[in-house]
T-cell receptor
Framework: EAQVTQNPRYLITVTGKKLTVTCSQNMNHEYMSWYRQDPGLGLRQIYYSMNVEVTDKGDVPEGYKVSRKEKRNFPLILESPSPNQTSLYFC?????????????FGPGTRLTVT | GDSVTQMEGPVTLSEEACLTINCTYTATGYPSLFWYVQYPGEGLQLLLKATKADDKGSNKGFEATYRKETTSFHLEKGSVQVSDSAVYFCALYTGGFKTIFGAGTRLFVKA
């Protein structure tokens, strides 16, 4: 089954404790992206990747890191989480970097930073 | 800059009522337009799209027409069901590597 998986689905952590949210897709997609969803703000892009070893900042990259060492994986790293990073996070992938293509979303990771 | 504005929710309807969710956009160039749907506890999934002016996207009884003259892409359905309860996002793509999403509109359908 074609899908985007994220882990963990739920995470409660404390300020400053480094964490990684994993994202994996099995569709051989070139393009992958991370979004955060906050009430009233919709989805805002954090980082995206056009292909292996090629990443770039989205609209809200501060406090986040990413890497793309393999085509299928695109982990999101919070080196020193803060309470303002409490949010619902989605990973997405699509066949091409061109936005005309459908994006496939993972189920989301709800992160709480206390 | 490019942006998407959706009507605020929540929208509450009875089953079999007509639905319209308004979406307007600001963009340079000729964007592609999308509606995504998010069911409770799930990620977003594409509902329909239109890539040029006057195109109509349709899926699962939902429709939206790309109106360049009014910069709009309103989502419509003639008869909603309880299973349509979800959050609906309007989105646009104008080039580069970024899709811009609206704030989302939550729909509740009562039996």
């Amino acid at each position: 089954e074609a899908q985007v998986t994220q882990n963990p689905r739920y995470l409660i952590t404390v300020t400053g404790k480094k964490l990684t949210v994993t994202c994996s897709q099995n569709m051989n997609h070139e393009y992958m992206s991370w979004y955060r969803q906050d009430p009233g703000l919709g989805l805002r892009q954090i980082y995206y990747s056009m292909n292996v070893e090629v990443t770039d900042k989205g609209d809200v990259p501060e406090g986040y890191k990413v890497s793309r060492k393999e085509k299928r994986n695109f982990p999101l790293i919070l080196e020193s989480p803060s309470p303002n990073q409490t949010s619902l996070y989605f990973c997405a992938s699509s066949l091409s970097p061109a936005g005309n293509y459908e994006q496939y979303f993972g189920p989301g990771t709800r992160l709480t930073v206390t | 800059g490019d942006s998407v504005t959706q009507m605020e929710g929540p929208v509450t309807l009875s089953e079999e009522a007509c639905l319209t969710i308004n979406c307007t956009y600001t963009a340079t160039g000729y964007p592609s337009l999308f509606w995504y749907v998010q069911y409770p506890g799930e990620g977003l999934q594409l509902l329909l799209k239109a890539t040029k002016a006057d195109d109509k996207g349709s899926n699962k009884g939902f429709e939206a027409t790309y109106r360049k003259e009014t910069t709009s892409f309103h989502l419509e359905k003639g008869s909603v069901q309880v299973s349509d309860s979800a959050v609906y996002f309007c989105a646009l793509y104008t080039g580069g590597f970024k899709t811009i999403f609206g704030a989302g509109t939550r729909l509740f359908v009562k039996a």
